[in-house]
C-alpha cells in the first residue's frame, strides 16, 4: 500500500525562484471526489497518469498512481472530468537536501503558489527556508481536488 507523506505551505515572497531546478506543466481532472478518495487523470509533458488518492486530511495519505497512455488521458479530461480542470506549473526547487514542489496555478486559480514537501516518515523533521509561509496541510480548500470544485478566484473574492 502506498502512503503519501506531505505538508502544504503558502508563499511569502518569490525569493525561491531563484533556487527553481526545473519547472513541469501539468493538466489535471477529477472523474470522482468523495468524502472518502479523489479519482484523478493527469498529463505532463508525454506521459499521463490515474491517480487515486484517500480524502484524509493532514500529512499522511494513501496513494496509488499508475502510467496510462496520454490519448486516452486527453479523452477522459477533455470529455469525462469534472470541471474546471486544474492547471498549474510545478516548479523543483532544492534547499537545505529537502526536494520542495511550487505549485503555481493558472486559470481559474491563478495567483494561488503552494509548496509542498513529500517525508519518508511522519514526524521527519525538515528545515524550512525564509521564502516559506503558513502551514495550510489542514485546510482543504488547498487540496487540488476542492480547488477543482471550489477555485482560489471564487474563494478569495467571495
Known amino acids: ?9 503558502l508563499l511569502t515572497n ?9 519547472a513541469v506543466k501539468y493538466r489535471q481532472g477529477y472523474l470522482s471526489s468523495l468524502a472518502t478518495s479523489s479519482i484523478r487523470v493527469r498529463i505532463s509533458d508525454n506521459h499521463a497518469w490515474l491517480n487515486i488518492k ?3 486530511i493532514g500529512t499522511q495519505r494513501h496513494e496509488f498512481e499508475y502510467e ?3 490519448p486516452d488521458a486527453e ?7 469534472g470541471k474546471p ?3 498549474k506549473t510545478r516548479y523543483i526547487v532544492i534547499d537545505d537536501d529537502n526536494t520542495w514542489e511550487i505549485d503555481e496555478f493558472e486559470g481559474c486559480n491563478k495567483g494561488l503558489v503552494v509548496a509542498e514537501i513529500e517525508l519518508s516518515e511522519i514526524g521527519k523533521p525538515f ?4 521564502w516559506l509561509g503558513k502551514e495550510v496541510t489542514q485546510d482543504l ?6 480547488l477543482a470544485k471550489h477555485p482560489y478566484l471564487e474563494w478569495i473574492d467571495g
Open 1 to 9: 500500500m502506498a502512503i503519501e507523506i506531505e505538508h502544504k505551505f
Open 14 to 22: 518569490e525569493d525561491w525562484r531563484e533556487q527553481v531546478s526545473h
Open 54 to 56: 484517500s480524502a484524509t
Open 68 to 70: 496510462i497512455p496520454l
Open 75 to 81: 479523452e477522459i479530461i477533455n470529455n469525462l472530468c
Open 85 to 87: 480542470i486544474i492547471e
Open 127 to 130: 528545515s524550512k527556508p525564509q
Open 141 to 146: 480548500r488547498y487540496y487540488n481536488n476542492n
